[in-house]
């Protein structure tokens, strides 16, 4: 199998400080850019900064923060995680996304989704009701931008073409969309036994190849944490993961999570990533194999965990979980993705 792209996500969740008091949105904002900077430092391949207009996190602006990463780091890529494209302009999108890229020498991604959380459409005074037309009539006109048809939007793209994903939560419509416009594929899994997504790897091959597309990269996004041990990990992520799931649940109306459940869901057929170095990568690969991915996204930041253990997190990720995940796939090649798989 080749080289898997490993990276990280982050909302910029709001953290907690010593004093127990949640960090400012600017500080947030700020250490944010320091995790970049060592994510770089340890060799990770990209970061993406996700958009959200809520109290709980601090970015509503990924393309600033993403602009003051690029003038601090060398190599990682840099992306959103997601633009909520709905209830943005295309071209303006694209615009900024351009130069991002110019900034940063071509290192610039974006991932285009609808969103899970809505508080944008009424914000930008726009009509909730609209919300599937709204995404596809501004993702066409994404594609059009992108591929140069509109000479008037500038600046342009300095090499190629912008690499464009398509983030998909659990909508088989969403895989076709992504084929249709021949844009790479990434899978948010925040729960459940990842091997359940092979049907939308299998419906995405499928559908490029109707479209006249060769193969696509593949990413997931998941939630995770690493620490020295299974043990220190998972008790440093549970009372943050039932904080940010419990308020969530509360406006959705769902129940918080048991312990049973988290417990569940970072075992080995679980889709939280959250152990040891080992246990971590080897959770890694095995998705990776499954389903055929080019690239794997930790979303490391979760809830109010503090600054510190998220830096650590990340340090452990670059130099021990990374090579580690590589090993492994050299090791044993991916097998070909089928439903008849156990």
């Known amino acids: 199998m080749g080289t898997l792209e490993l990276g990280l996500d982050t909302f910029g969740d709001r953290t907690r400080a010593p004093s127990g008091e949640l960090a400012s949105h600017a500080q947030v904002i700020r250490n944010l850019v320091e995790q970049a900077e060592l994510a770089d430092r340890v060799g990770l391949a990209f970061i993406g900064v996700g958009e959200h207009h809520r109290d709980d996190f601090a970015v509503s602006a990924p393309e600033v923060v993403l602009a003051a990463i690029a003038a601090r ?3 990682i890529h840099l992306g959103s995680a997601v633009t909520v494209l709905s209830s943005d302009d295309p ?4 615009q900024r996304f351009s ?4 900034i940063s020498n071509g290192r610039a991604e974006v991932i285009l989704g609808r969103g899970s959380f809505t508080e944008s459409f009424p914000l930008f005074g726009l009509d909730l009701g609209r919300y599937e037309q709204l995404f596809e009539e501004k993702l066409a006109r994404f594609a059009e931008v992108r591929k140069g048809e509109d000479r008037r939007v500038y ?3 300095e090499n190629g073409m912008l690499r464009t994903w398509i983030g998909v939560g659990g909508s088989p419509e969403s895989v076709v969309r992504a084929a249709r416009y021949g844009f790479d594929l990434m899978l948010a899994i925040i729960g459940g ?3 359940r997504f092979v049907p939308y790897v299998e419906l995405y091959a499928e559908t490029l190849k109707q479209f006249g597309f060769g ?3 593949i990413g997931v ?3 995770g944490h690493v620490a020295e041990t299974d043990e220190q990990a998972r008790e440093q992520l549970w009372p943050h993961f039932l904080e940010q799931r419990a308020k969530i649940g509360a406006e959705r109306g769902w129940a918080p999570p048991t312990r049973a459940q988290f417990d569940r869901e970072a075992g080995p057929r679980g889709a939280v990533f959250v152990g040891s170095p080992e246990t971590v990568a080897r959770k890694i690969a095995a998705a990776a194999r499954t389903l055929s991915l080019s690239r794997f996204e930790l979303k490391y930041s979760n809830g109010p965990m503090p600054h510190e253990q998220l830096l650590q997190s990340i340090e452990l990720i670059g130099t021990r979980v990374a090579p580690r995940v590589q090993e492994l796939l ?3 090649p991916a097998p070909p993705v089928s439903l008849s798989d156990p």
């Open 99 to 102: 130069t991002l890229d110019a």
């Open 155 to 157: 600046p342009p793209i």
């Open 221 to 223: 996004h998941a939630p």
């Open 91 to 94: 071209v303006r999108v694209f």
């Open 73 to 75: 780091t060398q190599r």
């Open 330 to 332: 050299e090791a044993e």
């Open 193 to 195: 036994d990842p091997h």
């Open 215 to 217: 193969p696509r990269p």
